[in-house]
């Protein structure tokens, strides 16, 4: 799947509408395209404390660039607020997943021993705080490679509730997550994410193929990837986006 | 409420052996931390919840004894924070680092606001920040009459450097974006530095919405594009082009120091 049309799916957590809370990255460009596209009125919610219900002036670097969606500011308040007390109240949490495995946590923070790691990731902000509380957890994951998606990370910077409701959406399907994970969606050119989950272990028999984005998806995609470039996303910068 | 120059702020709050809170959450304090750095600062404990490029820049420098900060990176690209991923991956400890997630070191900073010794937070548990102890024992538990709790020890800087968008002389400040974790920053403070913008008349202030009381503010700054690269809402933009500029040139040892001299030395 393009990476296009990985941004156009992703977008459709939102365009379910409500009060999504916004995590870095692939959500922010979710977001973005969400906006351009019909469906249920959402309102974002980042870290910081700041709820925003309209696409930003430029696409945002990230979830704390406040000059480039200030045009959208709703609420404003702390990161206490969105972080320790409003958590619960999502409707969906919206976060990025480069490394994550089949029980739903993320690492960000470690590849090998924590002493001497091989790559020292970022960490994980409110990952923790906010994916601990969410009711409905989805987790984006744009990466291309398969090993990505593990039966158990070395190191959990986020973990979901044990009743939480977590899908994953790859290039090549989606995911349920959790204690009892599974292959929901698939995409045509996804046997090998289909051998690789079957691998781990996860049921796949019962993923339904995926039906192709729409033009009017593909053109939002392609209009905020364009935006993205500008904006530093590396991503967006890839040669084969479309 | 006694105006400073940014260097004469610099200069009388920071010391070595202090623990120093550097804000804002996404408008990072760039101009506090290169003078700190033009000043040789040294043996800082820096408390800076999102650590960002100003944590990977002060890594670098040389400024900081210890780190107490949720994640270290740059938010554009995204692209690693180059000291910080080379410290670490090296096994390098001569700077000890605090690992909390963002709400957690919030509501350190709470506490360390109320003067009480810990704060009662929700758990999170399965996590390195407990498994692990990435917090170097920040995080403990405890059993009361009312409950059990998971619990994060306080944290009360020396001073607190914060930003503003406008301020008056008496120190009263406005916020034009989130608070993040600035407001409790503030008041769990022994002093607090309030860099500002723009300084105008109390009014002006008053009509915008004080975010910052003065009540709160010891010293005030008056530095227009103090968080520069990052951007100021209704100000300047995020510049995209000098945190790429800043990644590609600290992805080495030789080229941050080349960095250093010509961005941070260089008048």
Redesign the interface.
């Known amino acids: 799947m393009t990476t296009v049309d990985f941004l156009a799916r992703a977008a459709r957590e939102f365009r379910r509408g409500g009060w999504v809370f916004t995590g870095?990255?692939w959500p922010v460009l979710a977001g973005q395209c969400a906006y351009a596209l019909d469906g249920e009125p959402f309102t974002q919610v980042?870290?910081?404390?700041?709820s925003v219900h309209l696409p930003g002036a430029?696409v945002p670097?990230?979830?704390?660039?406040?000059?480039?969606y200030?045009n959208g500011?709703g609420w404003?308040?702390?990161?206490?607020d969105v972080?320790?007390a409003m958590?619960p109240r999502f409707d969906r949490v919206v976060l990025d997943a480069s490394n994550v495995d089949l029980r739903g946590?993320i690492n960000?923070?470690?590849v090998g021993p924590?002493?001497?790691?091989?790559?020292?990731l970022?960490?994980?902000?409110?990952?923790?705080?906010?994916a601990?509380?969410a009711r409905e957890l989805v987790l984006l994951h744009g990466a291309r490679d398969l090993r990505r998606i593990v039966r158990a990370v070395e190191?959990?910077?986020?973990?979901p509730a044990p009743d939480a409701l977590v899908r994953l959406h790859t290039r090549w399907g989606v995911v349920r997550l959790g204690a009892d994970p599974r292959l929901e969606e698939i995409t045509a050119d996804g046997a090998a994410f289909r051998a690789h989950l079957a691998g781990l272990g996860v049921p796949t028999d019962g993923a339904v193929t995926r039906t192709a984005v729409t033009a009017d998806e593909r053109a939002a995609a392609t209009d905020v990837l364009r935006r993205a470039a500008?904006?530093?996303?590396?991503v967006a910068k890839e040669t084969d986006n479309r | 409420m006694k105006g400073r120059t940014l260097a004469a702020a610099v200069a009388e709050y920071v010391r070595p052996g202090q623990r120093v809170y550097l804000g804002n959450?996404?408008?990072q304090l760039f101009s506090v931390g290169h003078e700190m750095i033009r000043q040789r600062a040294h043996d800082v404990h820096a408390v800076i919840?999102?650590?960002g490029l100003l944590m990977d820049q002060l890594l670098g420098a040389g400024v900081l004894r210890s780190a107490t900060?949720?994640?270290?990176?740059s938010?554009?690209?995204?692209?690693?924070?180059w000291n910080?991923?080379r410290a670490?991956?090296?096994?390098d400890t001569t700077v000890e680092l605090h690992?909390l997630?963002?709400?957690?070191l919030?509501?350190a900073l709470?506490a360390g606001a109320w003067r009480v010794p810990f704060m009662p937070?929700?758990?999170?548990?399965?996590?390195?920040?407990l498994?692990?102890d990435?917090s170097g024992g920040r995080l403990s538990a405890v059993e009361s009459e009312f409950g059990s709790a998971r619990v994060v020890r306080a944290e009360r800087p020396d001073v607190a450097f914060v930003h503003v968008d406008l301020a008056d002389s008496d120190g009263n400040g406005v916020?034009?974006?989130?608070?993040?974790?600035v407001?409790?920053a503030a008041q769990a403070a022994r002093r607090t530095v309030l860099v500002a913008e723009q300084v105008t008349d109390a009014e002006t202030v008053r009509a915008a919405g004080i975010s910052i009381p003065g009540l709160l503010v010891d010293a005030l700054v008056e530095s227009p594009g103090a968080v520069h690269p990052?951007?100021?809402?209704?100000?300047?933009?995020?510049d995209?082009e000098a945190?790429?500029r800043y990644s590609r040139r600290s992805a080495t040892v030789e080229g941050f120091g080349q960095w250093l001299t010509e961005e941070v030395f260089t008048p």
């Open positions: 870095f990255h980042f870290e910081a404390g700041a430029d670097t990230s979830t704390t660039d406040y000059p480039a200030a500011f404003l308040g702390s990161t206490a972080l320790l958590g946590r960000s923070s470690y924590r002493e001497r790691p091989t790559v020292r970022p960490g994980g902000g409110g990952a923790a705080d906010i601990a509380v190191h959990v910077t986020a973990a500008e904006r530093g996303y590396s | 959450f996404g408008a919840a999102s650590g900060y949720g994640h270290c990176w938010p554009v690209g995204p692209a690693p924070a910080f991923r670490a991956q090296a096994g690992e997630s963002l709400g957690l919030t509501a709470t937070v929700p758990d999170v548990p399965g996590t390195g920040y498994d692990e990435w916020l034009r974006g989130p608070l993040g974790e407001l409790v990052d951007g100021a809402a209704g100000r300047y933009p995020r995209v945190y790429e």
